[in-house]
Each structure stands twice: as C-alpha cells, then as structure tokens.
C-alpha cells in the first residue's frame, strides 16, 4: 500500500466506527471531517458524495468482515464445524472494540429498508451475499450427507439469521446478558436438527 | 375525546407513520411540521422538545400494538393459539398501511442501543414489555401443560423474537416473498418441539 492508500484506509476504518455509532445515514462529509478533526474540502479529494462515502464504508466493513469472519470459516470442514464458525465469527464481529456501535450491517437494515438509492442497492447486494454464504454453507452440508437431505438450506438460513438479530437486540439494547447462552443453544438445536 | 385531544392524536398518528420511514431520531418537530403543513409552533405547542415527541410516538406506536396485537392474542386460549395468534398479529402490524416504513421498533431498537437519554429509556421499557408479554405467555401454557416443563419461556421468547427479526429483514430489505411463509414455518416447528 502507498501512503494514500493507508490514508484512505485509515479514514474508511474511522468512518465505519462512527456509521456503527451514528448509523449509515447520519455518516456525512461533514459528520466525519468533524470527528477526524480534518477540512471538508480534504475528504472531499476522498469522497466525492455522502453517498460514495457511504458505498465505501460498506465495502469496507464487507472485506473486513469476510477476513475475518467468512475466510477463517469456509477453512473448517463442512457440516456443524463450519456453521458454527459462521455463528461464533459473528458474535465476535459484533463485539469487536473497532464497531462501538455494534454491527453497522445490522443498524443499515433499518435504516435503508425504505430508502431506495444506490446505497440501499450496495446493501441489499452484501446482505445477499452473506445470506447466500450461510445457505450454501448448508447446502454443502447436505450434499455432503453431514445435514438430512431434505434440509432446506434457506429455511436454515433465515432460522439462523434469526438467532443473530435475537441476539443483537437482546445484548446491545437490553443489555441481557444470558442472551448469547441461549443463541448458542438456539443454534446447537438448528444443528442439530438438521443432522442427518 | 375532546377536539384538542382529537388534534393530538391525529398529530401522533401522522408522526408514527413519519417516523416508520425516516426513522424516529430523524423525527423531529421541523420535519413534522413540513410533513402536516402546520406552523413549527403550533407543534411546539404540543410537544415540547423533540425528544418528547419521539416518546409520545413510542408511547402511542405501543398503544396500538396492545390494542391490536396483543390485547387480542391474550384473549384466546392458552398454548399454541395464543402464541400464533401473537405471531400472526405481529405480522399484520408491519404489513399495515399506517406503517409504511415497517415497524417503527424494529428500526429504533439498532437506531437508539447506543444513544443513552430518556428515548431510549423509554423503548426499552417498551420492548421489555414486550418480551415478557411473550415470554410470560410461553410460561402460562408451560403452566397448565401444553407446553414442556422444562421448556425455558426466555428462551422460546428470543427464538421467536428471532424468527419475526429475520422475516422483517428479508421481506423489507431484500424483498423475498417465501420469508413469510419460512417465518410461518419456523414458529410451527418451535411450537411442536415446545409441546408437552
């Protein structure tokens, strides 16, 4: 990476943080020229529009998460290991120091369920990714023999997608603190139910 | 109701409607005196500060779900039924037309977990609520039989909770129309696996 490149890196690293905190939305030029004490006109060389700020700021989180959560979790073997490494990379997605604000995905959902635009668009693309990642997950399973055979990976997917939205609500707005005990079991039961 | 309390509710319903598209911090008194066409102080009249506008929107979103979802669902019989019937309530509420940006919760509970003050005071006390409606509801039926003695109410309650999170993010966000149908069959299966 030359220095511009770390620059621009370095500033999309703070942007994410302050979108987990302040949502997508409120993530403007302005609001980020603020918090990283640079001129507007600076990040303006950066980012031409709120809105290419905010496409970068997703394809950012997005890289980040498939290295760290999507990568390391695709290297196990199939079958139970391999969503259970889905399930605990992203429990640990969420907690991590760099997204005080919890998942920035999670709080996009909202946001931009009913704003149609390119950002919404570049949403519902990574979300279909990552849904798609879980399903085929599955699917391999199932392939594999490991799930039964007449397992329907969408179903297991939303059903898991489920237990991560339970989760996050439970932990970061009411502060629940059994809540990730019984998410795990949530998920052991999706399991093992769906053993073959 | 007397004609000024009408002109409150009537208010109340425009800005729950309002913020169910823009989100409930970006409900202030400003956009909801552009959105009804009144003058910023009339409303001011009526609410003094933003922040308690976006309570009395909480506070009136929560008075029509007890009225049409939960209040009905507590009338039917115990077990199974009842919690169907706070399913299926749940999901003509965000289906509702006086809602066309999708439950007005749902988004506030990612848009407000980390913004601490008396708005977010007050949707916890709500969704708190909430959760012990259904999870009280899971421990009645355990109580009279129909449901396992050792079934853990809290339990079931997030795992429902799960299944209606992630029907309202595949269906409003990436817009997939077998979601209600899996989301139907996800509830099905806990309720089975629940059965004494």
Do not use: Y
Request: proline share 4%.
């Amino acid at each position: 990476m030359g220095k511009g490149e770390r620059t621009h890196t370095t500033i999309l690293d703070h942007a994410t943080s302050l979108a987990s905190q302040v949502g997508l939305t409120g993530l403007t030029i302005g609001a980020l020229a603020d918090d990283l004490d640079l001129s507007k006109s600076g990040l303006f060389a950066h980012f031409q529009s709120k809105e290419a700020l905010q496409i970068e700021v997703l394809d950012h989180a997005a890289r980040r998460f498939t290295e760290t959560v999507v990568r390391p979790a695709l290297a196990k073997p199939r079958g139970a290991p391999r969503m259970q490494a889905l399930f605990n990379g992203w429990i640990a997605w969420v907690q991590d120091d760099s997204l005080p604000g919890g998942c920035v995905f999670v709080a996009a959902n909202t946001e931009l369920d009913d704003r149609p635009g390119p950002v919404r668009d570049r949403l519902v693309a990574l979300q279909q990714g990552w849904i798609d990642v879980i399903a085929g997950s599955f699917r391999r399973g199932i392939e594999s023999g490991l799930f039964r055979a007449d397992a329907d990976p969408r179903q297991l997917a939303q059903d898991m997608v489920g237990s991560l939205l339970s989760l996050h609500f439970h932990s970061r707005l009411l502060n629940d603190h059994r809540a990730g005990a019984r998410a795990r079991r949530a998920v052991a039961a999706l399991l093992e139910g769906a053993k073959s």
